[in-house]
C-alpha cells in the first residue's frame, strides 16, 4: 500500500491511464476498424495520448475539485 500523502499522484496517473486506455481504443476502433495492424496504431496512438491525460489531469482534477465544491453545499 502506499501513503496516504501520494493519493493526488496516484488519482492523475490512475485516472489519466484509465481515461486515455478506454478513448484510444475505441476512437482508434471507430477511425480505423479492426484488422492485424489494429495494435499497432492503438500502441502508436496511446503513446501520444497517455502523457496528454496525465498533463490534463494534473491541470483539470484541482479546477474541477474547486467548482464541484462551489456549486455543492
Given amino acids: 500500500m502506499f501513503p496516504k500523502?501520494?493519493?493526488k499522484i496516484l488519482f492523475v496517473f490512475?485516472?489519466?491511464l484509465g481515461m486515455s486506455l478506454l478513448m484510444t481504443l475505441i476512437i482508434t476502433f471507430?477511425?480505423?476498424g479492426y484488422d492485424e495492424f489494429y495494435?499497432?496504431?492503438f500502441f502508436k496512438a496511446w503513446s501520444i495520448?497517455?502523457?496528454v491525460a496525465?498533463?490534463?489531469t494534473t491541470f483539470v482534477a484541482p479546477l474541477v475539485n474547486k467548482l464541484v465544491e462551489k456549486i455543492t453545499k
Fill in 54 to 56: 496525465l498533463v490534463a
Fill in 39 to 41: 495494435y499497432k496504431r
Fill in 30 to 32: 471507430i477511425n480505423t
Fill in 5 to 7: 500523502k501520494f493519493s
Fill in 14 to 16: 490512475f485516472m489519466g
Fill in 49 to 51: 495520448s497517455l502523457p
